[in-house]
Structures are given as C-alpha cells and as structure tokens.
C-alpha cells in the first residue's frame, strides 16, 4: 500500500478538481472510485470536498469560479511556497497566485510554466496532501503535455532540481522527471494540432482499465484516449461530465 505520512520536496504530493458542478463530479468520481465524500465548510463561504478511499484522503473537488475551465490542479510539495515562487519568477515562470496560506492546512501558490502549463507549488503545515497514492483509486501519476518539453525540462530542473531523461521514442518521444533516483512524473510532446493548451495530466490508479472504460461512459464521462499498452501497464484518458480530463493507469505501481 502507498500509505504516505509525508511527501519529500519537489514530489506530486496532491491534486484537486475545480468544476462547474460540485454534485455532478461527485457522482462521477464516486461511482468510478468507491470514493467517499468529507465535506469542509471553507471560509468564503464555500465547500472543498476531500475524497477519501480506504479511510485515506486521496484528492478534493471544489466549484471552481465562474469563467474558469474545469480541471484537475497538480500539487508538488516545496519547503518554502514563498521561495518557489520568487524562483519560478526568476527562471521565466508566471505566478498566477502569489503565495497565500490555505487556513492551517499549508500554504500555496499557483505557477505557470513557460510553455503554459499550470502546477501549484504546496508548503505543507497540517495537511501533507494525498495520504494514499499508487494504488486503484489514487493518484499514481502526473504528467506533462508540453509544445516545448526541452523548454519545461530546463524550467524544472531550475525550479525544482527535477533530472529529465527520455525513455522512449516510439510511437512518440517520452521523457521520465526524476526527483532524485525516483521517477516522479513524465512528459510527452503535444502533436499540433491537439486542441487543448498545455497542461499536467493526472492519473489515478485502476484495477482494469478496460473494464473502467464501460464505467466511464455509464456514469456519463467519454473516452478522449481509448486504452492502450504502455511500459508496465495500461492508460486510458477520459473526460468525467463536467469536462474535467484525467488518465487511469493499471499495472506495475511503485510503494
């Protein structure tokens, strides 16, 4: 089991779904995942919703604001959100959120790579993020879908230490981001043309993936990437019905 009680720098650590429809994705995510729904007031006068599975917090939904798209947030854990942020200015990053503290739970700030993509940068203070990851049900894997990946392997390694190493080639490149020795996320070279801006995809794990296609659509969510082999496992991408896009992964899992 992937039980963390923390999460070291510069790993994925969280990821949370801002939609237009609360109820509608809780339906989805629920009926997909077995997860179960905590809740919490916030003080705006809003509600931030921990999805929990086997007693553990393994990711959140909120109403995003009006006007903006619905999408899953990647977090990665940092020592200092203040620090990161000022770094990622300095390295050609774009802050869309200037640090803020989230209650007692941490602190955050939401970045922009230079190729457009969004990440948020997480300082943990009561809450270290995902308590249950690379299992069926949590996430697994965060990747990158980037027009430029050696542009946002030369940001990331100045922001967050990440070593980039291309790993496959074929059908289309492929790069590991290693935090260390561990592989942390990957990342892929958006084909023109693909229609959607560049973004951090998240995975959640599955049992089978195939079988959580039929899921998929009974539940009122699409396939955008049928399922398909990969080294160690099987992926599909989906859209759940409130138009958030996120993949499912099955297969070899790390601790």
Do not use: C
């Amino acid at each position: 089991m992937g039980e963390r009680s923390s999460h070291p720098p510069g790993a994925f650590s969280w990821a949370d779904l801002g939609t237009s429809d609360p109820e509608a994705a809780k339906r989805f995510y629920t009926g997909l995942f077995g997860w179960e729904v905590d809740d919490r007031p916030i003080p705006d006068g809003g509600v931030y919703s921990m999805l929990v599975k086997d007693g553990k917090v393994v990711a959140a939904l909120y109403e995003a604001q009006e006007g903006m798209p619905t999408a899953w947030t990647s977090y990665v854990t940092v020592e200092s959100a203040d620090s990161t942020a000022a770094r990622a200015a300095e390295v050609g990053g774009t802050l869309i959120s200037e640090p803020f503290d989230v209650m007692e739970a941490g602190r955050m700030a939401v970045i922009q790579d230079p190729t457009g993509a969004i990440l948020a940068a997480w300082e943990p203070h009561d809450s270290i993020g995902a308590q249950l990851v690379n299992t069926p049900g949590s996430l697994t894997v965060n990747q990158l879908n980037t027009p430029d990946p050696n542009k946002a392997a030369e940001f990331y390694t100045a922001l967050f230490g990440w070593r980039t190493e291309q790993v496959a080639s074929e059908p289309s490149a492929y790069w590991g981001i290693y935090n260390g020795d561990r592989m942390n996320a990957g990342m892929m070279e958006m084909p023109p043309g693909m229609g959607a801006p560049p973004h951090w995809l998240v995975y959640f794990g599955s049992e089978d993936v195939d079988a959580d296609l039929r899921r998929i659509g009974e539940l009122g969510g699409q396939a955008i990437l049928e399922p398909m082999d990969v080294p160690g496992g099987r992926i599909l991408v989906a859209q759940d019905p409130t138009g958030g896009a996120f993949g499912l992964f099955s297969g070899r899992f790390d601790d």
